[in-house]
């Protein structure tokens, strides 16, 4: 998918478990896990919106467009 999910890099920036962003954005952390290794295919604008407001980030900090990564047939 050319859309890359940048959430361990601003983990790790944060200092911050998966789990404690899981719940600030109150998510699960199976739904986290599934946004860290970009296996997700949407993305709700409110849950996006958390893990701005829980990470201090914009969502391009989060959200990368990769062209030419289209690993996936069904889009």
Same mark, same amino acid.
């Given at each position: 998918m050319p859309i890359i999910v940048n &959430?361990? &890099?601003?983990?790790a920036k944060?200092?911050?478990?998966?789990g +404690?962003?899981?719940e600030l954005v109150g998510i699960?952390?199976?739904n986290m896990s599934i946004l860290k290794t970009g296996k997700a295919k949407a &993305?709700?604008?409110s849950t996006l919106a958390a893990l701005?407001?829980?990470?201090e980030c914009q969502p391009g900090?989060?959200?990368e467009y990769q062209p030419g990564n289209d690993d996936?047939?069904? +889009?």
């Open positions: &959430v361990d &890099v601003m983990l944060r200092k911050m478990s998966s +404690e962003l899981a699960t952390p199976a &993305v709700r604008f701005c407001k829980a990470l900090d989060i959200l996936d047939d069904d +889009e």
